[in-house]
């Protein structure tokens, strides 16, 4: 038996979550060290991963098979197609920068530590007191259980992971506020805590429809195996009634809808990412929310095909409602992180719209939208963060000329505002544009609204960016230091990634086709032709 | 050969990139390594365009291929270059003026602490331009499109601690948007129609497709130069964009960026033989800017805004000649490049005023100033002569025969083209007399500003100087050197197709004709701002010239409708998403299961609650199953 790459990949950061966790309590440096140490031995194995992919191989590859449960014929099955390899590259390459931007929000806060000292009643209050170790032990385990839903070909084992990762999710939303709140402390925790609970409880309520959903398929099926349910289907011996195919298929995407989020189940992303930390802000809209994308193109479209294509019409209507609404509510917000939620649920809607187009130009875009939004997000979140830290203050009314005084955070801000407005040259342009063509050619009405998207996204970052990062300098501004070396070392990667990945997207493209190209046999759709075949 | 392509983006690439990342230590030397860059870029396309004369006219195209971009299912985007002679054109056009404005920038920029930053955007300006010009395929053409975009946007906005020059830079930017929005659309159509977005592929099978959907791909083509090229309806930024250092000005705002819709529309050529009915929508665009343009800039006060009306306008001219078909592809690429040479020059001039009027943009506060700068009065006055179509000089040649292949488009068409195009010369003639008559002639009429400082006009430095006599002198000689035996034609004609219509009046008629609007718009300034002096504070004027100096209430319509509309929508939005969407799906949840009731009292403990519910589920799911295999 080779080596399990693929457990060893997902069971490092978990062991490092346990690690990190068992730190004692004043040594809380040895244990971010710790944590970014495993995050990057991460890194290193998704990268071991990423090579050994064969693009041109078997559909799934480094596949393990375990049974697990074996009265219910659930198995501990992993594998990894060429969307889930670009996603797990995602995912444990943003890991490193979260835990360096985060490096010191968890610490003990002043404010905390005074009272304590005081010996007052905040002591016991679970949002003053800020274990370090599990901040960062929480962020590991989150990764862990992401990795794991990217290559778990088996119904139920993914189900397990893509509700077991809120649990971490909640406790870092709840229990790790953003410092920079406007209101007093208490109002802030009150926010922060029902921030978390909208999280929970939205994604809990798709949780357990799919729940229905993957019993009610196990019921039809008589299996949980991915690839054992697609083969039945597509050799004829499981024969689905239709109704029954779009009840399961309602089942897994409204879970999915939820997770991504598609309006009009949208409303808990800004809550949860104006109140959580900037660094688990990232964590919730580029990594965890691409969970449930990835899973409409590995689970809705693989396992129903024929109800995805019944469902399409209706869900790029959503998808295009998901695009100008966000990007509207985004000029309108007053809050930094509240407009890059917003602008986030325009991008889920491209996604969205990119995987029900069905075309290859339209997944090709949307899978590789989920890798360039997770870039472009983290680099502007990110930078927003670094920001935010400075002044104390979330508000955008609050700034005003930064530029000035700290023109290199200005910069970095304005190139994460450049990628998220899609600009030629780097990376989210690339996939938009697939997007976009993939889309219009499948339903032109549909490709031309979302165009407006463009004009949108340039609305929101420039307005964004003018008014904290021009004009005169604002009280509260002047002497602003500029980014410091840890801080420089989030951001200077992660645009290095964005113009690298903007200008030569060929390896990631060269995984994504083959596996887009299974999922279109999977939904039997062929790309539309040109009207004229051009002279080559 | 076709090697040293790439080289031509890579020099100033390569500058940008030095000269943004390198920090502080470079500011001493920074100016110089944009130049010097600039200049390479410029001797390489020298290089190429020499190989290019020594090969007949059929070929002289060259090509590189790099690598391909976008490899994607049923989708070839590549990173490839084309340099045929329209290219090439704009190549020499591009690099000449930008090693200029960067000469004459080393100077005008001297005092500035951020000079290192504004070779870097100047930089990274030509790089993008040449990719805009050079590209083989749409897709390409549109990464130089908006990153010309990009850098205008960061040029117009340099002076960002200006809340004028922030707005100015954010407004260009978004106007383009709304034209790149029409690029998109015209490449997606093309992808669906032909499979492909490459010129060669595109641009041959145009037969194959229907008239429809020509007319589409074209219109959404006009709507992109609309935008990019500062024409009606998408005009507006390019007064704005005045607060931009006036290099900028002149290097984007005048000389090259501005005609990128020229080059989209003279590029796409074939698209639009096949859609007559887009190529009406390209003349009439063109008519009504020209137009507009001019009365705008006859209302200015601002010397550089008087000069951007006059820039619209004479982009007005191009995009009417290009409209025209094969009768005007040439000569709307002749006119761009006398144009870029005399109003880059007129900018330069107006900068170096400035320079020496303490950045005063009022012309009624200058007045005389020929006494006090006769390098800068000499060679704006010759790009003055050249653009009023001064017998002889550069503008006479191209822009007579705009007006010539305006009537030769024929029947009532042609007569109605014709007739404004002459117009349009007279306008011209008006107020760039005028500019002229209150800038150089007459009484001074500067006052100390409000610090009590007295402007003491003085000629420029030299380093700004020699690019102005160098642009004048293109201003003097270029419309005859590419008229002389019809060079120009030949040169562009094996790219463009050339037609010559029929003409209903004569060569020489036309001629006549222009010569007469011309003394009627000169003498009409001099009688009105020549013969008697000119009030320092401007009078309230008519009707129309106060609506001229509001650039035609567009800005007014643009404030009311799209503005103050987008606020009220997406404050209601904002309010609509708060109370209704939130509260729809929470009570939706509440009517299912009671989850409101829990949202509210949420407390802590509850992961308890959800412990017990995972639980819950799992436990329903397994003995769900374990029902089954009992079944």
Known sequence: MSFPLLTATAALPAIGAIATAAVPAARRTAAKWLALTVSLATLVLAGIVFARFEPGGERYQLTESHAWIKDFGVRYELGVDGIGVALLALTALLIPFVILAGWHDADPSPSSQLRSSRGGPNETNPYHWRPTQGFFALILMVEAMVVLSFVATDVFLFYILFEAMLIPMYFLIGGFGDRAHAGSDENAAAQRSYAAVKFLLYNLAGGLIMLAAVIGLYVVAGSFSLSEIAEARADGSLDMATSTERWLFLGFFFAFAVKAPLWPLHTWLPNAMGEATTPVAVLITAVVDKVGTFAMLRFCLQLFPEASKWATPVIIVLALISI???????VGQRDIKRLIAYASISHFGFIVLGIFAMTSQGQSGATLYMVNHGLSTAALMLVAGFLITRRGSRLIADYGGVQKVAPVLAGTFLIGGLATLSLPGLAPFVSEFLVL??????????????????????????????????????????????????????????????????????????????????????????DPQPEVEAAK | ??????????????????????????????????????????????VLFTDMLGRGAEDRALHQHLYSWIPVEGFQADVAFQLDQLSMTFVLLITGVGTLIHIYSIGYMEHDERRRRFFGYLNLFLAAMLILVIADNYLL?????????????????????????????????????????????????????????????????????????????????????????????????LGDAMEGPTPVSALIHAATMVTAGVYLIVRSGAIFNGAPDAQLAVVVVGAVTLLFGAIVGCAKDDIKKALAGSTMSQIGYMILAAGLGPIGYVFAIMHLVTHGFFKAGLFLGAGSVMHGMNDEVDMRKYGGLRKFMPVTFLTFGLGYLAIIGFPGLSGFFSKDMIIEAAFAKGGTEGWILGSVTLLGAAITAFYMTRVMLLTFFGEKRWQPDAEGHEPHPHESPKSMTIPMIVLAFGSVFAGGFFSIGDRFVHWLEPVTGHDHGHAPVSATTVTAATMVVLVIGVAVAWVMYGRKPVPVVAPRGSLLTRAARRDLLQDDFNHVVLVRGGEHLTRSLVYVDHTLVDGVVNGTAASMGGLSGRLRKLQNGYARSYAVSMFGGAAVLIAATLLMRAV
Not at chain 1, 479 to 499: H, Q, T, Y
Not at chain 2, 12 to 25: H, M, T, W
Not at chain 2, 198 to 214: C, Q
């Open chain 1, 324 to 330: 100008v609404y966000g990007a509207l509510l985004a």
């Open chain 1, 437 to 526: 063509v993939g889309v219009f050619s499948a339903y032109p009405v549909a490709g031309v609204v979302a165009t407006v998207g463009i004009v949108l996204a340039a609305l929101y970052v420039l307005v964004l960016y003018q008014r904290t990062m021009t004009g005169p300098v604002r009280e509260g501004i002047g002497g602003m230091p500029d980014l410091k070396v840890r801080e420089l070392a989030v951001a200077l990667p992660l645009i290095a990634l964005l113009i690298f990945l903007g200008v030569f997207p060929k390896p990631l493209t060269e995984v994504v086709n083959p596996a887009v190209q299974h999922t279109m046999q999977d939904v039997q759709k062929k």
């Open chain 2, 1 to 46: 050969m076709e090697n040293l392509i790439a080289l031509l983006v890579a020099a100033p690439l390569l500058g940008a990139a030095v000269l943004l990342c390198g920090g502080r230590r470079l500011d001493r030397a920074g100016h110089w390594i944009g130049t010097v860059l600039a200049a390479a870029s410029f001797v390489i396309g020298a």
């Open chain 2, 141 to 237: 053409l549109y990464v130089g499109w908006e990153g010309v975009g990009l850098a205008s946007y960061l040029l117009i906005g340099f002076w960002q601690h200006k809340p004028s020059a922030a707005t100015a830079a954010k407004k260009a930017f978004l106007v383009n948007r709304v034209g790149d929005m029409g690029l998109s659309i015209a490449i997606m159509l093309m992808f669906t129609t032909f499979g492909t977005f490459a010129f060669g592929p595109v641009l041959e099978a145009t037969g194959d497709t229907s008239e429809g959907k020509l007319t589409a791909i074209g219109l959404m083509l006009l709507l992109a130069a609309c935008g990019k090229s500062a024409q009606v309806p998408l005009q507006s930024w």
